[in-house]
């Protein structure tokens, strides 16, 4: 209550909002690693400079502490690429190249820097030059150590980070196709109009159909309330799923859905995401059966080949070029959801990556076609393929298979 009144009073200083949106400071990598750049390697000079300076050295002494900064900041730029070659390889290969390269570094760090400061101080002896090495050794040494260090520290986090952020993302991606898929694993559609085609019956004083319609309701409702969301089932089991969805939707067209079923025995048994192969029959059916007077044949075929299971769903009714015409004319006052096909597209996108095969064909004959191809799942040696609970005799299974197309005879 105290937070709903400090929100309501009306005295409250407003926020005010800044003219621009923050953005991380790795957002831009290249501009970043330029800043840093510029911010060591200018920093490295003004420290050096002042230090000179309260030391007594003369002001043209700064040229030399410039050349230092130039040389340190080339020769970083070329460790940038080395180290960018080699920040991905096996953990030994890197770092032992790296002391390799750093040590190469130094020495030429310490080498220009030294005959800079030779040329200036006028000597020439081999002793004093020797000298000169080894007292600018340790100060390149901790210079383009540390800057070694921090290139890799910085590239180390930005690669966790983009795993961090990748994982998320994945999980974001995941949890919306859950939730898209719990979409269809109910269509409100489809059960209006059952309930609807119920409650004529009902009235019509048919009691036993109806009471036929209520129980393959009731099991297929049990069939899809039960599946875990992005949990998998064998084909076997999505077939059952399907035969009880058609039973109930033939209550409907009758002689006008027809359906045909050519599962490969040795296909029964692959696993794949559950309520995967509804969504495209039940959009068969909308824009197949119940856009023509004749209705229209739904085939449902699945087939391994070689390490691939392949399934194909069709149908006979108008192809993709008149699908939406005709259900616009056909199912006035039932809009289309519109993502049937991209909700499959992007499950199996989330389960498989480049793995599968979702293609759309429209066959010279007519008829509308959608192949998947995935590779094949199995957990444990399942039972002979069964049939569909028998509620009314359904089409058999037959163990013939082959790649059906949009009209199977």
């Known amino acids: 209550m105290p937070l709903l009144k400090a929100r309501a009073a009306p005295k409250r200083p407003r926020m005010t909002m800044l003219p621009f949106e923050p953005s991380p400071f790795f957002a831009d990598k290249n501009r970043a690693f330029w800043q840093l750049q510029a911010f060591g390697w200018g920093g490295s000079f003004l420290l050096r400079a002042s230090t000179s300076l309260a030391n007594g050295q003369p002001f043209d002494f700064l040229i030399v502490v410039l050349i230092a900064a130039i040389t340190g900041l080339s020769i970083s730029l070329i460790l940038s690429v080395i180290y960018g070659q080699l920040i991905n390889r096996k953990p030994l290969i890197t770092w032992s190249a790296t002391v390799v390269v750093l040590a190469a570094a130094v020495g030429l760090s310490t080498f220009i820097n030294a005959w800079t400061l030779s040329v200036y101080q006028g000597g020439d002896g081999r002793t004093g030059f020797a000298n000169l090495m080894l007292g600018l050794f340790y100060l390149d040494m901790a210079m383009l150590g540390a800057w070694s260090a921090l290139y890799y520290m910085i590239n180390f986090f930005l690669q966790v980070e983009e795993q961090a952020d990748r994982l998320e993302r994945l999980g974001m991606q995941a949890t919306t196709a859950q939730l898209a898929m719990l979409r269809y694993q109910l269509n409100p559609h489809f059960l209006f109009n059952t309930l609807n085609s119920i409650s004529t019956l009902v009235l019509l004083k048919q009691t036993e159909p109806a009471n036929a319609m209520l129980t393959r309701l009731s099991s297929f409702l049990r069939h899809t309330l039960v599946m875990q969301p992005g949990g998998k089932v064998t084909v076997a089991q999505e077939v059952d799923t399907l035969k009880l969805y058609l039973d109930i939707e033939r209550m409907r067209f009758e002689e006008r859905l027809r359906t045909e079923f050519r599962i490969d025995p040795a296909a029964a048994s692959a696993r794949i995401p559950s309520m995967l192969l509804q969504p495209l029959v039940e959009n ?64 199996l996108a989330q389960a498989y990556g480049s793995e599968h095969r979702f293609d759309i064909e429209t066959p010279p004959e007519g008829g509308f076609t959608v192949i998947i191809e995935l590779p094949i799942e199995r957990d444990e040696p399942e039972p002979p393929f069964r049939e569909a609970a028998k509620l009314t005799p359904s089409p058999a299974i037959s163990p013939d298979m082959a790649p059906t197309t949009g009209t199977t005879a």
């Open 284 to 347: 068969a059916i909308k824009y197949g059966v119940s856009a023509q007077e004749e209705g229209a044949k739904i085939s449902v075929a699945a087939q391994v080949i070689g390490s691939r299971l392949r399934m194909i769903v069709s149908d006979t009714g108008p192809g993709i070029q008149n699908r939406h015409r005709a259900s616009d004319r056909l199912d006035r006052g039932h809009s289309s959801t519109g993502v049937g096909l991209a909700n499959i597209a992007e499950r």
